[in-house]
C-alpha cells in the first residue's frame, strides 16, 4: 500500500512541482485545485506516468475545493477519505496573491478578507480536519501492527510560506500579512501534534518560477543579477518539490516545528 499525499493547489506552478516530487518517490495523489480542472488532470496524468517510469504504480486523483469555505474542505477530506482510505501527508500550498498591486494606503478590506481566507483560514481549518483523521489513523495503524500488517510512518503535515513572511513589499501588505500568519500555524501545529507523533514543517521558498511571479519577471531578472539572491537562479517548483520529498521520506524524523528555507540564500544577512 502507497503513502497518501493531499497537496492543495496542487495542479500548477509549486503545487505541480510537489506532486511530480511525491510520485517519483512512489505517493499516492489526491491533488487539490479551485478551477482549472484540465491543468489538474494533466498534472495527475503526469505524475501517473513519471512514477510509472520509475517502477511504481500510484492513483492521482484531482479534486476542486476552495479551501476558503468550510463545506469544501470537509468534501476534501471525505474525498481523501473514500479515494485513498488514508492520509500521510498534509501539503498547505494553496495560495493566492492580491488581484492588484495596490500601494499600502489604498488597498482595500476586500482584497485583504479574499487574501487572508485563502491563504490562511483556509490552511488552519483544512490541517485541524486532518489533524483529527492523522491522529485516529495513527492509532488505528499501531492496534493494526504485526508481522502481516503494512507497516506505515507516521504522518506529517507541511505549509508552503514564503519569504513575505517576513520581508516587507507595500504593494502586496495583505499577501506579506498573510504569508506571516501562516508561518505561525507550524510551531502551533508542530507543538499540539508532537504527542501524537506528527511532525510539522515549514518550506519557505524564494523567488521561484511560477504563473504568480511570471508579471514582474523584469524585476526580478534585475535583482537576481544584482544578487540578492547569493546563488543568483530563480528556484523552479522542482527545487521545493525535492524539499518536500525529503520529509515525506522521512529525513527529519527529530525535527518539528523547522523552517526550510528554499530560496537561493536570500535569508542570509549580508555585509
Known amino acids: 500500500m502507497n503513502r497518501v499525499a493531499l497537496i492543495t493547489g496542487g495542479s500548477r506552478g509549486i503545487g505541480r512541482g510537489i506532486a511530480l516530487a511525491l510520485a517519483r518517490a512512489g505517493h499516492d495523489l489526491v491533488i487539490n485545485y479551485a478551477r482549472n480542472a484540465e491543468a489538474a488532470q494533466k498534472t495527475a496524468a503526469d505524475c501517473v506516468a513519471l512514477a510509472a ?14 479551501i476558503a469555505d468550510p463545506a469544501a474542505r470537509q468534501r476534501l477530506i471525505d474525498f481523501a477519505r473514500t479515494e485513498c482510505g488514508r492520509l500521510d501527508l498534509l501539503v498547505n500550498n494553496a495560495g493566492v496573491a492580491p488581484e492588484v498591486r495596490a500601494d499600502l494606503l489604498e488597498s482595500g478590506e476586500a482584497s485583504f478578507d479574499r487574501v487572508l481566507a485563502i491563504n490562511v483560514k483556509g490552511p488552519f481549518f483544512l490541517t485541524q480536519l486532518a489533524a483529527r483523521w492523522m491522529i485516529e489513523q495513527a492509532r488505528a495503524d499501531a492496534e493494526a501492527s504485526g508481522p502481516d500488517a503494512p507497516a506505515f510512518a507516521p504522518p506529517q503535515i507541511v505549509f508552503i510560506s514564503s519569504i513575505s513572511a517576513y520581508t516587507a513589499s507595500s504593494n502586496r501588505g495583505e499577501y506579506c500579512v498573510a504569508k506571516a500568519a501562516l508561518s505561525m500555524l507550524t510551531p502551533l501545529f508542530a507543538a499540539r501534534l508532537a504527542e501524537h507523533g506528527i511532525n510539522v514543517y515549514e518550506i519557505r521558498p524564494g523567488i521561484i518560477a511560477t504563473d504568480m511571479t511570471a508579471p514582474v519577471k523584469a524585476k526580478y531578472d534585475a ?38 528555507n528554499v530560496d537561493g540564500g536570500f535569508h542570509l544577512r549580508r555585509l
Open 53 to 66: 517510469a520509475g517502477g511504481h504504480t500510484i492513483r492521482a486523483r484531482p479534486c476542486p475545493s476552495d
Open 223 to 260: 535583482l537576481i543579477a544584482e544578487g540578492v539572491t547569493p546563488i543568483r537562479r530563480w528556484g523552479s517548483p522542482g527545487d521545493v518539490g525535492r524539499a518536500v520529498a525529503a520529509i515525506a521520506e522521512g529525513a527529519f524524523p527529530f525535527s518539528t516545528g523547522e523552517v526550510l
